[in-house]
């Protein structure tokens, strides 16, 4: 299954429902899609089923940059827990 996004808003958040396989090659098009949100950025990551590293790097960023990850199972939760530690190491 590749990559599909639905978008759903209210007056003070968007909320992007993530589902199958994250990649890089996917990372301009959710970018383009985050970057048309409004208010607090959530991303419903409950049905995502594999991530790459540089997905992990950029879900990393996006909480740094104050967004939500919502439903993140366990595995991708400790993989961002160390991408940030070593990125805090360099």
Known sequence: MTLRIQKSSDDQSTT???????????????SEQIESGAGMILLDMEEVTLVDVEIVQ???R????????LHCAP?????????????AKV
């Open 16 to 30: 992007f429902r993530l589902s199958g396989r994250l990649s890089a090659s996917d990372l301009a098009a959710l």
């Open 58 to 60: 950029f879900l990393a």
């Open 62 to 69: 996006c909480e740094a940059g104050c967004m939500q990850l």
């Open 75 to 87: 595995y991708i939760r400790e993989w961002i827990s160390r991408e940030k530690d070593r990125a």
